[in-house]
Nanobody
Framework: QVQLVESGGGLVQAGGSLRLSCAAS????????LGWFRQAPGKEREFVAT????????YYADSVKGRFTISRDNAKSTVFLQMDSLRPEDTAVYYC?????????????????WGQGTQVTVSP
């Protein structure tokens, strides 16, 4: 199994920045991708960004492209989400998720393990 723990959420004004972290433990060698999803109140969970664990391949949702950057530190088994130019519509609970096999990268049901989530609130 893989355990994921997110941190770094908080309250920020529009235009500000936050950096989320996701620390992975357990059978991390089985991970194919680590991704970020988010869920706002009353909305479905949506894809944000993902990164291959063994390469630099990354994908982003159109809504965050150019503002968010996903990166990883394999030595620390940690993935990061740098969020800049934040907007009120970025307000959501952000979840880290691990995908074990190659497949669709932007569908939540393709990810096996999930963290507990961290709240990000962007005020106008």
């Amino acid at each position: 199994q893989v355990q994921l723990v997110e941190s770094g959420g908080g309250l920020v004004q529009a235009g500000g920045s936050l950096r989320l972290s996701c620390a992975a433990s357990g059978r991390t060698f089985t991970m194919y991708r680590l991704g970020w999803f988010r869920q706002a109140p009353g909305k479905e969970r949506e894809f944000v960004a993902t990164i291959r664990w063994s390469s630099t391949s990354t994908y982003y949702a159109d809504s965050v492209k150019g503002r968010f950057t996903i990166s990883r530190d394999n030595a620390k088994s940690t993935v990061f989400l740098q969020m800049d130019s934040l907007r009120p519509e970025d307000t959501a609970v952000y979840y880290c998720a691990a995908q074990l096999y190659s497949g669709t990268y932007d569908q939540s049901n393709a990810y096996r393990y999930w963290g507990q989530g961290t709240q990000v609130t962007v005020s106008p």
